[in-house]
Structure formats: structure tokens, C-alpha cells
């Protein structure tokens, strides 16, 4: 097919743009041009601001898009703009969030509501504008709204994929960063709480997969789909794997949830899981992930090799709580 995909330079959508390129779409990229990765496949790109996609209908129509995918659609106005400048006969896919989801409300909320496993069927959230308040790494705070988005988008019959927390290579919000930046400091112990909590992920190159799969099924029209890891780790055991796949020897000490540096909090206790069961992704397309040792490796190794530029090298925090447990 045709496709275009709107973000499609960084993380999430550069693994996308990758992975149908890799199974023959030809693809147009559109993206405000910040972000130019050189390891990306030759491809088409258009340089616009989303607010003006409603005013390129030439480019557009030149490409003449079968399917379009929309990676970073975070608000109300993002969706309606984008889908002003698409034509009614065209498949869509929206890349959402598990965050819709009531359950992660009473994350944030520090309670509990809702049984586990999280299916699509599960309740969202009553509340809106989840991050208001909260600092949010790729949008606006303040509007940020993934049901706005899935509602404009589920009117238009589009396939929606809600992702969980999505690691690997690439990743600008380094996940593992919190276990790792200790690990190349050497740091011998590590302070931690229970490390009991649940939470889905996903490796990007897996949900780079899904996506494309969700795109080129007739059965994923105007359907939700969950895509995440069919089996998870505690946060306390990702942590260990973490430092393994890195080489260290660390321990993971326990001290009181109180005592946890800000960046450590999730190895705290956290009453409400968030265990997504994505088996309808698995039954529909035949989806499948990467065994997790593996994926964590390669994740891990490549940002061993690209760590982050402002590496946070204040361990007084760590030292605070070890030396008060």
C-alpha cells in the first residue's frame, strides 16, 4: 500500500516506518523535520506542521495515501486536523496509549479499581487530561487526551492500537535509564521497595509488527487492539534483567518505599497492576513478541552505547535511603 505515516522519525514511529518498508509499502513520511535519523530506509518525506495538514491537500494528494498511520496524535485538535486533510476511502490506524484505561487512573490516583487482566473490553477512564499537572515527554500536558484522539478516530472506522509501556533501542524516554545510570557508575547497591508491581511492555520492534499487521487486516477495521508482552516481569525482576543484560553485579537493596530516590519509585508498591492481556491482537494477526531476554539485551547493549548526554550522576539520593535502612 500507499502509507502515510505522521511521525515516523523517532522511536515508536521510526521502527513503524521500518517495518513497512521492510514488507514492501511504499511510504510517506510526514513530520515537522526536527528529527532526521540517517539509519532510516529512503523514503518520502514532507515537512509540515500538523496544524497545516488541513492546507497540503497537494502534497497529499500527489502521494495519493491507501492507508495512513498517525504515531503522535495526543489531543482532540491533532486528530481532527490530521483527518481533515485524509480522504473518506482511506484505512487508517492511530497509535494510542494503555493509559485510557481506568486502571491507569488509579495509578496515578494510588488506588485500586479494576481486576486483572486489562482487556480492550475494560473501563477507561472517567477523568480526562490525565497528565494536567504532570510533566509529559512528548505533549502538551495540558490537552493531552488519547480517548479524544480514539474517539475522532474510531468515527472515521480506524484501527486503534493502544501500546503499553514500550522499550528498545532508540527509546527518547530511556526506560531503562533509572537501573542503567547507576550500573555505569558502578554504584554496588541499589535501593529498592517490594518491586512487586505489574506492568505490560512491549519491544518496539514487536510493536512496530503489530501495527503493520493491524494496517494490512480487513478484520482490525474500527477495532481496538491491545499490543503488548504475552508474559510480564514484576518491575523487581525487570530491574535484575536490566542489570544483568548490562554485566552488573549490583544488588537491589531493600529500604522502605518512603526512602525511594524519585526515579525508583516504580519499585515501590503500587496498588493497582497494569497486566494487559493483548490475546485478540495474538488471535486476529498471528502476532507474536520476542522472546524478552533477547529483546531486553539488544535494548539494553544499545543504550549501554548511547547513553544519554545528561546522564543524572547525583547518587545522594541512593545514599540518603541505604544508609537509613
Not at 511521525?7 to 513520511?29: D, M, N, Q, S, Y
Not at 492511530?94 to 490516583?109: H, K, N, T
Not at 533509572?178 to 558502578?186: N, S, V
Request: proline share 6%; charged share 25%; glycine share 8%.
Amino acid at each position: 500500500m500507499r502509507v502515510m505515516v505522521l511521525g515516523g522519525t523517532r522511536f515508536i514511529g521510526a521502527a513503524i516506518v521500518e517495518e513497512l518498508h521492510a514488507h514492501g509499502h511504499e511510504l510517506l513520511i510526514v513530520h515537522r523535520g526536527e528529527h532526521e535519523p540517517g539509519d532510516l530506509p529512503e523514503v518520502d518525506h514532507l515537512h509540515a506542521q500538523r496544524q497545516d495538514l488541513p492546507h497540503l491537500r497537494g502534497p497529499v494528494g500527489e502521494f495519493d495515501p491507501e492507508a495512513v498511520v498517525d504515531n503522535c496524535a495526543y489531543s482532540a485538535a491533532d486528530a481532527e486536523t490530521a483527518l481533515a486533510a485524509i480522504g473518506d476511502d482511506v484505512r487508517l490506524l492511530v497509535v494510542s496509549s494503555m493509559d485510557v484505561y481506568r486502571a491507569f487512573g488509579a495509578v496515578l490516583a494510588g488506588t485500586e479499581t479494576d481486576p486483572l487482566p486489562i482487556d480492550e473490553t475494560a473501563p477507561v477512564r472517567p477523568e480526562r487530561y490525565p497528565y494536567r499537572g504532570r510533566p509529559h515527554p512528548s505533549a502538551d500536558a495540558d490537552t493531552y487526551e488519547k480517548l479524544d484522539v480514539e474517539a475522532a478516530y474510531l468515527a472515521r472506522e480506524a484501527t486503534v492500537c493502544r501500546l503499553p509501556m514500550v522499550y528498545g533501542e532508540r527509546d527518547h524516554q530511556r526506560r531503562e535509564e533509572p537501573i542503567l545510570r547507576r550500573a555505569r557508575a558502578g554504584r554496588e547497591r541499589i535501593p529498592a521497595g517490594s518491586g512487586g508491581w505489574l506492568w505490560t511492555r512491549g519491544y518496539v520492534r514487536d510493536v512496530a509488527t503489530g501495527i503493520r499487521l493491524a494496517l494490512e487486516s480487513d478484520a482490525c477495521v474500527a477495532e481496538i487492539l491491545n499490543l503488548g508482552e504475552a508474559r510480564t516481569w514484576s518491575m523487581g525482576l525487570w530491574a535484575r534483567h536490566v542489570l544483568e543484560a548490562a554485566g552488573s553485579g549490583a544488588e537491589l537493596a531493600r529500604v522502605p518505599d518512603v526512602l525511594l530516590p524519585d526515579d525508583l519509585k516504580a519499585l515501590g508498591t503500587i496498588p493497582q497492576h497494569l497486566l494487559v492481556d493483548s490475546s485478540k491482537a495474538r488471535d486476529l494477526l498471528g502476532w507474536t513478541d520476542t522472546d524478552p531476554h533477547e529483546a531486553l539485551h539488544r535494548s539494553v547493549a544499545w543504550h549501554l552505547a548511547n547513553p544519554p548526554e545528561d546522564a543524572d550522576a547525583d547518587f545522594s539520593a541512593d545514599d540518603r535511603a541505604l544508609a537509613a535502612s
